[in-house]
């Protein structure tokens, strides 16, 4: 899987690749080429991120977080209490 940055750079080179030859600034053969390019670049980012697995990680490192929360919290009341 790629990472979020390695996505929108696909589709910005996905983007690139559709303009050049959309707008007919290269012609021909070349045109061509940018286009299998273009649809490449977008299919390998739309295949490459999911965005289940990142709301997947982002909801463990929210639970990891809460955890070790809860761990340090009865420790310092116990830790603050004079007997």
């Known amino acids: 899987m790629l990472s979020r940055d390695g996505v929108i750079a696909r589709f910005i080179f996905a983007f690139c690749f559709y303009f050049l030859s959309g707008t007919q600034m290269v012609t021909g053969g070349l045109a061509t080429i940018c ?15 999911s965005p289940l697995v990142e709301f997947l990680s982002i909801r463990a490192e929210r639970k990891d977080g809460k955890e070790i929360a809860a761990v340090r919290k009865p420790n310092s009341r116990h830790a603050n209490r004079n007997p």
Do not use: D, Q, W
């Not at 286009?35 to 991120?49: D, N």
């Open 35 to 49: 286009g299998i390019l273009g649809t490449m670049a977008l299919t390998s980012a739309l295949l490459h991120y």
